[in-house]
């Protein structure tokens, strides 16, 4: 396919949404949008202004972060919900031509909301690609192209409409949005069988800073390298992605173990340890380590692609502390097993997969989220000095993520995301609360710091990794002044360790003006002007 040039209606509504946003541009510090005059025909239907009275509900559905929608949180002059390709090549001529920020927005879980929030008091919308959600199912030819805007769930769904034996090696989260899951290395229950979401996307449509519309073969190897692991916003916008599906077995098995410190959950985490990353691939043995009435809970949450004969048969001789029963298995369909691995809390046996399909668009929580990586293993008596530190702080739980099998396998260089052998696991740091007040805010963010700060000695350095979907404003900011490059390579180096330079020239090459950026987007090279 060649590149597509923005059409003539295209231009017709970029030259609508210049007046409305030059109009607002002028009037600052608190933008007033121009009359309504501005817009005609359809324009209306995907354009809200910040007085519009749909406006504070169009932006909060996909705030999946409470610190992000405060009322002293920047807001966009307006948001674009484009229904069509070519509202989103018109959007990125427009805002290009007279200078207006743009966030990408998917599904909104970025942690530090840099789809949908600017810090850099210049004035930005916000291009809301939820409506972009067409999903087609070849299962003949195993692939699958779904759009930006779609949410895994919808993905999982529109598979298992298609074929009981096919799946896809995506996020747990059955709500993330597929433009920034996918194009950030999102992973899922299946990656040490088939490796991430990005190791199974083979074609990708982008509207770059020109705004044309470019497939694999007209964008070239290099950018198409970028979007799988590198962040879709730097680079531009991305539309769709085509993967290929993974076969699945009929049934799977599910379980969840717990141990409190007084049962063992120490020596638990010891051994799962040296099972976890090693066990046959088809295991994904997730370990949660969360704060419960002054003790601390190790809860193994995993996922087995096969039956719970099989199962339990490889657990008792590969992980005897675990004590795995078959009571403890549940047997089920790889899409029922989307929706338990996605809430386990809350599933309902029999409960119909159309559940997969809710948005659930509500208020949002508060939360904080750090990452870390594990290359050597955590000895007994480091991990019993955790648990305290865990007790200590009383609200911040971790969750390691094993790796080991493919992901072992591809070398760290066949995409952007950089995470490979060598690595245990990967930690997440989480941490929720209720109270709306600054003063908690700044407590339990620094609560996660604080553990983060107490596990330097355990994970990964030179550079201290960390993974580009956990986002984390703590480890750098880009004020894209005359120290970019320096500041980007901050950040850079964790995320994409010794990929990071090849993104930059990459981005310097496709976006020479830096057009596309957030506080942490891969910066231009120095002296590029």
Known sequence: MAEKPASPSCFFFAASLVLLTLSSCLASPTPTPPSPSCLSGTLSNILYRNNNASFPTVLENYI????????????????????QESDVQAAVLCAKRIGLQIRIRSGGHDYEGLSYVSRSQQPYFVLDMSNLRQITVDIGKQVATVQAGATLGELYYNIWKNSKIHGFPAGLCTTLGVGGHISGGGYGAMLRKYGLSVDNVIDAKIVDVKGRILNRKAMGEDLFWAIRGGGGA????????????????????????ERTLEQNATDLAVQWQQVAPTIDDRFFLRLLLLPSNKTVKASIVAFFLGGADEAVSILKKKFPLLGLEKQNCIEMSWIESAIWLNNP??????????????????TAGFLKRKSDYVQVPISKEALEGIAKKIIELGKVALAFNPYGGKMAEIPADATAFPHRAGNLFKIQYSVNWNDSSPAAAENFVNETRSLYSYMTPFVSKNPRSAFLNYRDLDIGINTFGKNSYEEGKVYGAKYFNGNFERLVKIKTAVDPDNFFRNEQSIPILPNNH
């Open 64 to 83: 999946r972060n409470a610190r992000w929608n405060t009322t002293t949180t920047p807001k966009p002059l307006l948001i674009i919900t484009p229904l």
């Open 345 to 362: 809390d809350d599933y309902k046996i029999g409960v119909k997969p159309e559940i997969i399909l809710n948005r659930r668009l509500y």
């Open 234 to 257: 730097s680079f531009g916008v991305v539309l769709s992605y085509t993967v290929k599906l993974v076969p699945v077995t009929e049934n799977v098995t599910v379980f969840r173990v």
